[in-house]
């Protein structure tokens, strides 16, 4: 099993410009998430979707916006890059509720 | 939604038994606390979860109260390729990381 894949691994955008991040797990896992993470500092919740169907925001939900596509996908779209967007994206994955999170290798973007 | 509080960085040396403590004040009857750890350009993986008294595994014990209102990583003899940053979180829908523990570990 590959667990959470997340594409691309790397990606500069100009500003303005929007791209999506793409995740898929194969764990038939019910919950995923997106987070986000700066350089020396902890993970930022984004969005995350408890179940297939919903979505809620985290804690820093501006400036991004997100599908649960079906049960193994969960897309993060940037729809107007902004150099304060320059992090390092993470997806995860758990079964729910107090299941612990898989995470994938990230994406790492650069905003110019 | 409970806040965890955690020591910003720790050092120790190869061999020596390390304990990181969490706070987390607010934890919600249903709350796991649930310990990850990361290394430099990779996500966070599962350490231990636990509800209350005491959780071992094959890499760390973790120590819970009765009050549950902190909880206790303990990594015994620690080694250079622990050097990572430990991070603990409690909740059960809304999982939300703090700023972690920065374990340097010296030879």
């Known amino acids: 099993n590959a667990g959470v894949t997340q594409t691309p691994k790397f990606q500069v955008l100009k500003t303005g410009q929007s791209m999506t991040l793409q995740c898929a797990q194969d764990?038939?896992?019910?919950?995923m998430y997106w987070y986000r993470q700066d350089p020396g500092m902890g993970l930022r919740l984004i969005y995350y979707?408890?179940?297939?169907?919903?979505?809620d925001k985290g804690e820093v939900p501006n400036g991004y916006n997100v599908s649960r596509l079906n049960k193994r996908e969960f897309s993060l779209r940037l729809e107007s890059a902004a150099p304060s967007q320059t992090s390092v994206y993470f997806c995860?994955?758990?079964?729910?509720?107090?299941?612990?999170?898989?995470f994938g290798n990230g994406t790492r973007l650069t905003v110019t | 939604l409970a806040k965890t509080t955690q020591p910003i960085s720790m050092d120790s040396y190869e061999g020596q038994e390390v304990n990181i403590t969490c706070s987390h004040n607010?934890?919600?009857?249903?709350?796991?606390i649930t310990w990850y750890q990361q290394f430099p350009s990779q996500g966070p993986r599962f350490i231990i979860q636990?509800?209350?008294t005491k959780v071992t595994n094959e890499v760390a014990s973790l120590f819970i109260p009765a009050d549950r209102k902190s909880s206790t990583l303990s990594l015994p003899r620690v080694s250079l390729s622990d050097t990572a940053v430990y991070y603990c979180?409690?909740?059960?829908?809304?999982?939300?990381f703090g700023a972690g523990t920065r374990l340097t570990v010296k030879p």
């Open positions: 995860a994955s758990s079964e729910g509720g107090n299941s612990p999170l898989h």
């Open positions: 764990m038939n896992h019910n919950s």
């Open positions: 979707s408890a179940s297939e169907g919903t979505t």
């Open positions: 607010n934890i919600a009857t249903n709350d796991y």
């Open positions: 636990g509800y209350k």
């Open positions: 979180l409690v909740g059960d829908r809304d999982m939300r």
